[in-house]
């Protein structure tokens, strides 16, 4: 899936890639998706996972990672950034990558020359 989700951004053929500026908008669409819902498990109040709620534990770790400070909610909170901030700052790191292409093709485009009068002298 993360293959074909990159694939119109890097593809190696450069026909198959996306011109920069629908590049960015399709990684900022991504970005969108990924910081709606880490903010939604971030700072809800309502257990998005209900399982860690109460889980079961035949080993005894659980109380050790409550003793640590791993309550269900920090657990959905640090999850809910995980989601959020690694891939936004990905999603961002290339959007600013497409950007520096796309300003470079803008000066790689032929300009016209300036024009050049033939009179060396001006008529008094």
């Known amino acids: 899936a993360g293959l074909l989700f990159w694939w119109p951004i890097f593809a190696p053929i450069p026909q198959a890639r996306l011109a920069p500026l629908a590049g960015i908008v399709y990684l900022f669409s991504a970005c969108l998706g990924c910081t709606l819902l880490g903010i939604y498990i971030t700072f809800t109040t309502i257990s998005v996972c209900p399982a860690f709620a109460n889980p079961v534990d035949?080993?005894?770790?659980?109380?050790?990672?409550?003793?640590?400070?791993l309550t269900p909610s920090v657990d959905q909170q640090l999850g809910g950034l995980l989601m959020w901030v690694p891939p936004c700052a990905l999603y961002v790191s290339v959007i600013m990558w497409l950007l520096c292409r796309w300003y470079r093709a803008a000066?790689?485009?032929?300009?016209p020359l300036p024009v050049v009068s033939a009179r060396l002298h001006p008529e008094s």
């Not at 005894?60 to 640590?68: E, H, M, N, P, S």
């Not at 000066?107 to 300009?111: L, V």
């Open 107 to 111: 000066d790689d485009r032929p300009r």
């Open 58 to 69: 035949r080993l005894g770790i659980v109380t050790r990672l409550y003793d640590a400070g």
